[in-house]
């Protein structure tokens, strides 16, 4: 008894993305239509169509509620509606001049386009806390209105400019990768940075100033013993006492997340954009599972130049007799490998006419005996209606001329796979089946071969991008504090959380995807703003009163407040993204929130012990801390 057939559809190569789309939808409402069977509708197209109606219906959930998130966040933290709306407004501000920015460029709206929002809403709200933050301070210490928003400007000033200039920098990183969309969402990233900055110290700042300037403010200070300055007052009192220790302890870890880190593997797969209950994905695998010969996933040997003479016609037989030993290679039924090529083709017209063979001079070898004989046996099968449209299939003619043909395999390796592995092993097998083809040349292509390329490409790039990366933005931090070891204690919590991040990656059970790929540069871009915001309150402080102790605390204390609150508003709004129906939002968020909360805990941890020791040495040797 059947239990199962089979229709295959192919969708013209053609067609542009909307009508392929439009195609697939159509397929899909068509397969639906049965009532007396179960019609089920997929495919590499149908899978990609899904993504995008789900990823749609994902930002009318996902985005609400970043704002929602991040509404709460802020008014627990200032307890005044006003401090909400000019934080968001500022924010709405930046996102219209991005999203506009975007439209002027050209670059289309994806995938990747819709991790920005809550990127430039959880970035530039660092901006607005610091800002207000500070200017709530300045106002408790008796400053009028004017006066405490100039202070604050010029306390957090440098600061921001540092801030935004290296978490830019980190963006930019992504020019390097291989995937255009990848570059685009790093241009996207640093401009959005960039907006967020002018628009936090010229619209928010003007408009605390317009609210707040007719009106005396006070403001009492918190007894809560769980407000963020009191929590963050403790602290620093029990890393003053330990130093030492406190740095031992985020040594042990980093060197535990360090092992776990070079574990971290690569994939991509379609499968990875979709729920687990996907009517697509489970279709896929139904058909894998009936009709394991019924393949339609193909790579390709395309060989390029001349190739109607013999050494050409040779080499693709020397491929084809190559390829029945490759590890993913897919079989029909009688045990045949499921290849296609120019020489399979004369190989079935000799089979149904034997005076093939001697009307072309085809010997034992099952090859013509000369070029032109090649050439001649090529017209043939091109011009004869029984024949051509297979021909055409592998074969390509400009004129008078023979310039290409390819090699059609077809694997058992699919665009639902994700082992790296595998994807390695079917890319070599491949190259192994090259042969030599005359002066015409072949290159090995495919969609899961240019999977594996680009993901190794990206890797690789993206390594070096991220240690290029770290070292320019530390030169900068470098420059503006003109000490180095200032600028290397800055780039401690970037190092640190990047080594804590990619460990949490590998025992989290993910490997580094289209998305996760970003994670180096955003913990660069993420880290960097919490150190600078701590150090150079610390050279503040340290430089007007001599005091080491004060210094630190300080720094701990009042600016790590306001890098707590930064930090919670900016994980709410990431946190937010593990709700969504797409797995690799799920994954961004998650890490993304992670990253955010290790950037804060290596700040606030690693940074002020390290600044007490250095403020202790410096005052020792130098007689002064900062300057003299």
Same mark, same amino acid.
């Given at each position: ?15 542009? %993305? ?68 000019? *934080? ?39 901006? $607005? ?127 535990? +997340?360090? +092992? ?8 991509? *797969? ?24 019924? $393949? ?76 032109? #004989? ?30 290409? /043909? ?7 390796? /699919? %665009? ?31 969609? +899961? ?14 390594? *070096? ?54 994670? /180096? *540069?955003? /913990? ?18 340290? #430089? ?54 290790? $950037? ?29």
């Amino acid at each position: 008894r059947a239990r199962a057939t089979l229709m295959i559809a192919g969708i013209n190569g053609s067609l542009g %993305t909307n009508a392929a789309k439009d195609v697939s939808k159509k397929i899909v409402e068509t397969a639906s239509n049965f009532d007396n069977f179960n019609v089920e509708a997929t495919g590499s197209s149908v899978i990609s169509y899904q993504i995008d109606e789900l990823t749609g219906k994902s930002n009318k959930i996902i985005l609400p509620s970043i704002f929602i998130a991040i509404i709460i966040i802020l008014f627990i933290n200032f307890r005044k509606p006003s401090y909400v709306a000019i *934080s968001l407004g500022g924010l709405t501000i930046a996102i219209i001049w991005l999203f506009g920015t975007m439209a002027l460029l050209g670059i289309k709206f994806n995938t990747l386009a819709i991790a920005l929002i809550p990127l430039i809403m959880g970035l530039g709200v660092d901006y $607005s806390v610091h800002i207000f933050h500070n200017y709530l301070t300045e106002i408790r210490r008796g400053a009028n209105v004017k006066d405490a928003i100039v202070i604050s400007i010029k306390d957090v000033g440098l600061a921001l400019i540092l801030a935004t200039i290296t978490t830019a920098v980190s963006f930019l990183s992504f020019l390097s990768a291989s995937i255009p969309s990848l570059r685009d969402f790093g241009i996207l990233s640093a401009i959005g940075i960039a907006y967020t900055f002018i628009v936090a110290i010229t619209f928010e700042a003007a408009m605390r100033y317009l609210m707040d300037k007719n009106k005396e403010i006070k403001i009492k200070k918190s007894e809560s013993k769980f407000s963020a300055g009191k929590i963050m007052e403790r602290l620093s009192g029990m890393l003053c006492k330990n130093p030492i220790k406190v740095l031992i302890v985020i040594g042990i870890i980093t060197a535990g +997340m360090g +092992m776990a880190a070079i574990h971290v593997t690569t994939s991509f *797969s379609l499968e990875e954009f979709m729920p687990k209950e996907s009517s697509a994905i489970k279709a896929m695998e139904k058909l894998s599972n009936y009709f394991p010969s019924a $393949s339609q996933d193909q790579e390709y040997i395309l060989i390029e130049g001349n190739v109607a003479t013999l050494e050409a016609i040779r080499g693709i037989k020397e491929t084809m007799d190559k390829i029945g030993d490759d590890t993913f290679i897919a079989k029909l039924p009688d045990g045949s490998i499921k290849a296609d090529s120019i020489y399979k083709i004369i190989e079935n017209a000799i089979k149904e006419n034997e005076s093939i063979k001697s009307r072309f001079h085809i010997g034992k070898d099952g090859l013509p005996a000369t070029n032109e #004989d090649v050439v001649a046996l090529y017209n043939y099968l091109y011009n004869n209606k029984k024949y051509a449209m297979d021909v055409k299939y592998v074969l390509h003619k400009n004129g008078n001329r023979y310039d290409a /043909t390819v090699v059609r395999v077809y694997t058992t390796l /699919t %665009t639902l796979e994700n082992s790296n592995e595998k994807m390695e092993r079917l890319y070599k097998d491949l190259k192994g089946d090259i042969s030599n083809y005359g002066n015409a040349r072949a290159i090995v292509t495919g969609s +899961m071969v240019l999977i594996y390329t680009i993901m190794k490409s990206l890797t690789s790039s993206q390594l *070096s991008s991220t240690i290029v990366c770290i070292v320019i933005a530390g030169i900068v931090i470098i420059i503006a504090y003109r000490k180095p070891l200032l600028g290397a204690f800055t780039m401690l919590p970037v190092i640190t959380s990047s080594v804590w991040i990619m460990g949490t990656i590998y025992l989290a059970g993910y490997s580094l995807n289209v998305m996760t790929v970003m994670v /180096t *540069s955003l /913990t660069i871009g993420l880290g960097i703003t919490y150190a600078i915001h701590v150090v150079e309150r610390f050279r503040m402080v340290a #430089d007007k009163t001599g005091d080491i102790l004060k210094a630190v605390e300080e720094a701990v204390a009042n600016t790590g407040g306001a890098v707590l609150m930064a930090a919670l508003t900016t994980v709410a709004g990431f946190i937010v993204l593990v709700a969504s129906p797409m797995p690799p939002e799920q994954q961004f968020g998650f890490i993304t929130a992670t990253t955010i909360i290790y $950037s804060f805990l290596t700040t606030v941890l690693a940074i002020p012990p390290l600044l007490l020791l250095w403020g202790k040495w410096r005052k020792k040797k130098k007689g002064y801390i900062i300057s003299p």
